[in-house]
């Protein structure tokens, strides 16, 4: 079966620094999201994409983050300068539309852990 | 405002037993209601979804309920098993095309 692929699978920064998160959607989805979760949190929607177009981004903090997805396919997330806050499991979804039926393919994320 | 609430952060039960898990809003009204499973240390897991005109849903020992006047979804699973252990979330849509937002989880732990 399709999987999303993430990497890094873990990342150990120290605050300041630049991070940045990969994501390869399953091929064919159109849809494409990153969320945020913190220990023992539900995901929390950073940004979503529709194609290469950014459709929703009003939970992200863009004074520090940054996210793009160029061709429509495979997406990256950034953090300059991340803080201590930002520690948590940075997860990529995918879906093959942007409806509420569609289920969410989730990659097995990235955690981050800023020192 | 706007909350998803899980019923508990944990549910202990025995093996064999009917595992219930539950998943109240407020101030939404969804058009379709999912449950993931999340393994520590892995991404959620798509189970079941819901429409917000079906009462009930099925899939092998799964079963999701979702009664839009209460404002709440339940999640069984029968015949539990120590595999089952994990984290449950449930997720809503709050307009459509827009993003799933995800309740804190309720952990399992099925005890043999």
């Known amino acids: 079966e399709a999987e999303v692929a993430q990497s890094p699978r873990y990342k150990i920064t120290e605050k300041s620094q630049a991070v940045a998160f990969w994501c390869d959607p399953i091929?064919?989805?159109?849809?494409l999201y990153w969320y945020r979760q913190i220990l023992g949190q539900g995901p929390e929607l950073l940004v979503q994409?529709?194609?290469?177009?950014?459709?929703?981004d009003s939970q992200l903090p863009k004074d520090r983050f940054s996210a793009e997805r160029l061709k429509g396919v495979d997406s990256t997330l950034k953090i300059q300068p991340a803080e201590l806050g930002d520690s948590a499991m940075y997860l990529c979804a995918s879906s093959i539309r942007d409806r509420s039926e569609s289920p969410l393919h989730f990659g097995n994320g990235t955690r981050l852990t800023v020192t | 405002s706007q909350k998803i609430e899980q019923n508990s952060e944990a549910l202990n039960i025995q093996e064999g037993k009917t595992a219930t898990l539950t998943c109240n809003y407020t101030n939404y009204s969804p058009a379709y209601l999912q449950w993931y499973r999340q393994d520590p240390g892995r991404g959620p897991v798509f189970l079941l979804l819901i429409r917000e005109n079906e009462k009930e849903k099925r899939k092998e020992r799964l079963k999701v309920t979702f009664d839009t006047t209460l404002k709440q979804s339940l999640f069984h699973i029968t015949a539990s098993q120590p595999a089952d252990s994990a984290t449950y979330l449930c997720?809503?849509?709050?307009?459509?095309?827009?993003?799933?937002?995800f309740g804190k989880g309720t952990t399992l732990s099925v005890s043999s």
């Open positions: 997720a809503l849509d709050h307009q459509a095309g827009t993003a799933l937002i």
């Open positions: 994409f529709q194609d290469e177009s950014v459709v929703d």
């Open positions: 091929s064919g989805h159109a849809t």
